[in-house]
């Protein structure tokens, strides 16, 4: 079954730049979603198709996209930017699909 | 205000059936695709199943034949009905509102979830 790769953990001092990395194969022919999770919370949308920022999302959180790998970034971390997050995507017959999640601690 | 509120969760015994509800308000649950995700205790978050406007429906291979999603239009709430459950079912089962729309799905509207826990 297909599947989307996180690295399991990320850390980063405040004010430094977080880049969480999601990869898979059929990631050039499908977009890319991204959510945060806090502890005991729902998960919520931060980008989506790639590169796109809900309204409400703070625009040091940003998307992109290369190739077999898609990538969220994070500059200028913050203390509330500590979370699960989780990319999500479908796979070549449109099955939605999550990676397993990056928990992003912030030293 | 868009809002999903899900009920229904609790502790069954394996073998057993539960059924969960969404109710929605803010928007009208038949015009849009409607997916429940399911989240096991320190775990990841996984897709388990989507009906769509149309009312077409479609399941992860971990659930199809033992769970079936549903809606009433009246009522503007969503359902999943578990039956067979297994000790592996055992999570928080969140409702979203889809807002691919047949583009590729994601979810921006997330409930609170409610915890189903299949234990003897």
């Known amino acids: 079954s297909y599947e989307l790769t996180q690295p399991p953990s990320v850390s980063v001092s405040p004010g430094q730049t977080a880049r969480i990395t999601c990869s898979g194969d059929?990631?050039?022919?499908?977009?890319a979603y991204w959510y945060q999770q806090k502890p005991g919370q729902a998960p919520i949308l931060v980008i989506y198709k790639d590169d796109q920022r809900p309204s409400g999302i703070p625009e040091r959180l940003s998307g992109s996209s290369s190739g077999t790998t898609v990538t969220l970034t994070i500059s200028g971390v913050q203390a509330e930017d500590e979370a699960d997050y989780y990319c999500?995507?479908?796979?070549?017959?449109?099955?939605?699909?999550f990676g397993g999640g990056t928990k992003l601690t912030v030293l | 205000e868009v809002q999903v509120v899900e009920s229904g969760g609790g502790l069954i015994q394996p073998g057993g059936s539960l059924r969960l509800s969404c109710a929605a308000s803010g928007f009208t649950v038949s015009r849009n695709y409607m997916s429940w995700v399911r989240q096991a205790p320190g775990k990841g978050l996984e897709w388990v199943s989507v009906i769509y406007s149309g009312g077409s429906t479609y399941y992860a291979d971990s659930v199809k034949g033992r769970f079936t999603i549903s809606r009433d239009n009246s009522k503007n709430t969503l359902y999943l009905q578990m039956n067979s459950l297994r000790a592996e079912d055992t999570a928080v089962y969140y409702c979203?509102?889809?807002?691919?729309f047949g583009s590729g799905s994601y979810f921006g509207y997330w409930g609170q979830g409610t915890l189903v826990t299949v234990s003897s």
């Open positions: 999500q995507s479908a796979d070549n017959s449109g099955t939605v699909v």
């Open positions: 059929a990631l050039p022919k499908q977009y």
């Open positions: 979203a509102r889809d807002l691919g």
